[in-house]
Nanobody, 117 residues
C-alpha cells in the first residue's frame, strides 16, 4: 500500500527559504512521476514541480529559478524534496506530494507553507 507523508512546511518571511520532504513507501512501480502541487485559500490546486523515475524535471513558470525538486531512495522508500528559495507571499498554500503511475494516483495529506510579507 502506497503511503505519502509530507513534512517541512512552516512560516517564513518574504525572501526566505523552506525545504519540503515527502516520504513515499510501498512503491511497486518501476516507472512513475512524483511531484508537488499547492492550493492557496479559495483557489484550485495547481502544479508546482515534478520529477520522473528517470530523473527528468518540470516546473511551473511561477517557480522556475527559485524552487528545485529532487529525489533519493533509501530502504525501499523514495524521498522527494522541494527546496524553495526566494519565497513570495503568493507561494503561500498547502503543498501536496503526488505520485502518479499507470492507473494509479496518490496524494499526501499536505503541509502548510505560509510566507509573510
Amino acid at each position: 500500500q502506497v503511503q505519502l507523508v509530507e513534512s517541512g512546511g512552516g512560516l517564513v518571511q518574504t525572501g526566505g527559504s523552506l525545504r519540503l520532504a515527502c516520504a513515499a513507501s510501498g512503491l511497486t512501480f518501476s516507472s512513475y512521476t512524483m511531484g508537488w502541487f499547492r492550493q492557496a485559500p479559495g483557489k484550485e490546486r495547481e502544479f508546482v514541480a515534478a520529477i520522473t523515475s528517470g530523473g527528468s524535471t518540470n516546473y511551473a513558470d511561477s517557480v522556475k529559478g527559485r524552487f528545485t525538486i529532487s529525489r533519493d531512495t533509501a530502504s525501499n522508500t523514495v524521498y522527494l524534496h522541494l527546496q524553495m528559495n526566494s519565497l513570495k507571499p503568493e507561494d503561500t498554500g498547502v503543498y501536496y506530494c503526488n505520485l502518479e503511475a499507470i492507473m494509479s494516483n496518490y496524494w499526501g495529506q499536505g503541509t502548510q507553507v505560509t510566507v509573510s510579507s
